[in-house]
């Protein structure tokens, strides 16, 4: 008789979880429906309606089941445990608490700098599940539901799957690392603005002729006044929020980096899994008739 036991090798207990193939399948397939529900109106006629909040439901409704499928998939590709997806809901409920401290006010949101570490940790599929169920949270939380939140959710979730690929995450650790997470969340702060302006752009008419949405003119005309829409309306705002996520990396993220390798380093999320002889008593063989003494 064997039973199952699970390595904790050392050499292992500090990599993010790594992409098997069935989990990038569903990344790239929900990065294909989230490109498509972001650019569409791009493309669409002057005829073609293009309010967002009748695609939302639709978005929402493939969203889900393709963010199910993600965890599935990447449970299936790393022989992961229900640990794995414990630490991912007391992450996400962290995430969606600290939202309200700074939502509202200059762009300050410090749920940013929680999303980058958390995507270098855990790797990029998780990441991006938990980026996506932390915005889905904190909806919830702050009554912030309405046909943005699909959106939304795909947008954090890219931010935190863009963490779990920068390089290194065996080799570059210290000061080196924290100032590469501080880089990264200076630009996906601005680029994750960028994607939701883009969101709320294509519905807003009469801003002026130079920033806003013409449907059914050219790509790269729509292009030029978008990128004037952005420099006039939100720089500002991601300015608050990129600066904030630089300055809570560096100043809280060699304490969090060490929490958060300590607790998958605990929970052996990447261990694998061998078979080891059981330790308990092998079951007693049946008498056979005539040998108990019954005379049968």
Same mark, same amino acid.
């Given at each position: ?100 401290? *700074? ?40 009554? *912030? ?28 650790? *210290? ?17 994750? *603005? ?103």
């Amino acid at each position: 008789m064997t039973r199952p036991v699970r390595s904790t090798h050392p050499a292992r207990s500090t990599r993010p979880v790594r992409i098997g193939p069935r989990a990038a399948a569903a990344l790239v397939l929900v990065t294909l429906i989230g490109i498509a529900a972001f650019g569409w109106p791009l493309l669409a006629d002057r005829q073609s309606g293009l309010a967002h909040s009748q695609d939302a439901p639709w978005l929402f409704a493939a969203l889900l089941p393709l963010l199910v499928a993600v965890v599935v998939a990447t449970i299936a590709d790393n022989g992961m445990d229900a640990k794995a997806v414990a630490m991912l809901g007391v992450l996400a409920a962290v995430g969606a608490a600290l939202r309200p401290l *700074g939502a509202g006010t200059a762009g300050l949101e410090p749920m940013f700098f929680l999303m980058v570490l958390s995507g270098r940790v855990l790797g990029p599929g998780f990441g991006f599940v938990l980026g996506s169920v932390t915005m889905f949270a904190s909806a919830l939380l702050t009554g *912030g539901v309405g046909p943005w939140m699909p959106f939304q959710m795909l947008a954090m979730g890219w931010f935190s799957l863009g963490a779990g690929l920068l390089p290194g995450p065996e080799r570059l650790r *210290g000061r080196a690392e924290l100032l590469m997470l501080a880089a990264y969340g200076f630009l996906g702060s601005f680029a994750y *603005g960028t994607v939701m302006n883009l969101q709320g752009w294509v519905i807003l008419q009469g801003m002026g002729q130079g920033i806003s949405f013409h449907p059914g003119e050219p790509v790269a005309a729509n292009l030029a006044r978008f990128v004037a829409y952005c420099l006039a309306t939100s720089v500002g705002w991601d300015l608050g929020r990129a600066v904030l996520t630089v300055v809570l990396t560096l100043a809280l993220g060699a304490i969090l980096l060490k929490a958060l390798r300590r607790a998958t380093r605990r929970a052996a999320f990447d261990a694998p899994v061998s078979f080891a002889p059981g330790t308990g008593a092998e079951p007693e063989p049946a008498l056979e008739k005539g040998t108990n003494g019954s005379g049968g």
